[in-house]
């Protein structure tokens, strides 16, 4: 991610621009190359090896920008170390009270230096070169890069080009976001993800495969801006996996807090970062699947459940669906995880009004929803701790069969 002093925008009409550069110009792929070629080599070098290459190379002013942003997005891609397993800390003390130790027996103003280090050295069952080697190592600077995932040229500009967009995200309000003509799974997958993120969202269906999704912003809430902002900016390369989208979001850019409008389409020509990863499934649903699976049971759960319309007022996309082996009855499940408490009430008075009959609508007991804000939803109510239980889902699906055995498997006929 590029950090503010990385970036500069400009402003045209009330339309905030960054500077995108063209991936495929000699030059900058030429300066990609040179740059990735520098971090390969220092694996096995110390941070401060690495810095002191990249000060001559990277320059400083604004007609270096790009330089030093690439070279962020490099370090991002490292791992560093401390380049030894004695407690660096531990080992000063021992070097410098024997040191004053030594200074106090002598009326010599010097000491000898190799020594002391040897002295330690055998307490310590090390040679005194490693303890003079070692004896700082919890210095930043003095760190190893152990690991660098290399890239290629190409790749790193379009990612440079990406992380300017995340950094604009990062001062947004709010964000609007329309996505059509994509595959159920491909939907299924934008939703869940704006659930791994933890984004505050309200979903509307526009016509047949249109929908239309606002996010609120980190700077619209009462949370942390920094970590959520961060959160909706790394939401982003899950969109460019579409091929139908637009983004139109809010900014307050600076110091001065300038209000723009910042608009992103395919045509703006972000590329994906990464592969598709598919649909993420949170911890605590996933534990439910594997749990449900031991339940003696006629029910069967799936993660690939449809995509429900709730009035034209939102939509429903189940973390799971249940369907009875025998009679084919479906029954689908939504989890309210992270919620704002006034986002699970409009949640709520949206399934009061337009829910199907066949859901169970599990609610973490952390969102200390009560009895009569749930009360009158058309599907069944699950309260849990820290997981849904499996039996205990079990039983309402059991409870819910025998209330409707008139009623026919086919999933339409359970919404009449």
């Known amino acids: 991610m590029l950090t503010g002093d990385l970036v500069r ?18 030059d900058l792929l030429g300066l990609a190359k040179t740059l990735i070629g520098i971090f390969e080599r220092h ?21 270096f920008l790009v330089h030093r942003g690439l070279s962020k997005l490099l370090r991002d891609r490292c791992e560093f170390e401390m380049a030894t397993d004695i407690e660096p800390i ?3 003390q021992r070097v410098f009270s024997a040191a004053a130790a030594a200074y106090r027996s002598t009326e010599q103003v010097r000491f000898d230096r190799a020594t002391i280090l040897d002295e330690i050295a055998q307490q310590v069952e090390r040679t005194p070169q490693e303890i003079d080697g070692v004896l700082y190592a919890d210095l930043k600077e003095a760190e190893l890069l152990i ?7 190409e790749w790193l500009l379009q990612r440079y080009n990406v992380a300017l967009a995340q950094a604009v995200l990062l001062r947004a309000t709010g964000m609007n976001l329309v996505i059509e003509g994509e595959s159920v799974t491909r939907y299924r997958e934008v939703f869940r993800k704006m659930k791994f993120f933890q984004l505050l969202h309200e979903i509307y269906q526009e016509g047949s495969g249109k929908y239309h999704i606002h996010i609120d912003g980190p700077l619209s809430i009462f949370k942390s801006s920094q ?3 961060l959160q909706m900016a790394q939401f982003l390369p899950t969109v460019l996996h579409c091929a139908n989208w637009k983004i139109d979001a809010d900014i307050l850019w600076g110091i001065k807090r300038r209000e723009a409008t910042f608009r992103l389409t395919p045509a703006t020509g972000l590329q994906p970062i990464g592969h598709s990863t598919g649909q993420w499934v949170p911890e605590e649903v996933a534990w439910l699947e594997q749990q449900f699976n031991k339940v003696k049971t006629d029910w069967k759960i799936s993660p690939e459940a449809e995509i429900v319309n709730l009035g034209g007022q939102g939509v429903l996309a189940p973390d799971y669906i249940f ?12 989890i309210l995880g992270f919620w704002r408490r006034g986002g699970v009430q409009t949640r709520l008075d949206l399934l009061k009004q337009h829910g199907p ?3 169970i609508l599990a609610i973490s007991k952390e969102l200390a929803v009560d009895e009569e804000e749930a009360g009158n939803l058309p599907g069944e109510i699950y309260v849990f701790r820290q997981t849904p239980i499996a039996r205990k889902i079990n039983k309402i699906l059991e409870r819910m069969r025998e209330a409707r055995p008139e009623k026919s498997p086919l ?3 359970l919404f009449e």
């Open 227 to 229: 970590r959520y902002g």
């Open 90 to 92: 531990e080992l000063r």
């Open 9 to 26: 925008v400009r402003f045209r009409k009330g339309v905030i621009q960054p500077p995108y550069i063209v991936p495929e110009e000699e």
């Open 147 to 153: 690991e660098f995932k290399g890239c290629s040229p």
């Open 43 to 63: 694996v096995g070098l110390t941070r401060y090896e690495l810095d002191e290459e990249l000060k001559d190379f990277l320059g400083a002013g604004a007609d």
């Open 323 to 334: 369907v009875h082996q025998p009679t084919g009855m479906k029954v689908y499940m939504e």
């Open 357 to 359: 009959p066949n859901l």
């Open 411 to 413: 999933t339409l006929e």
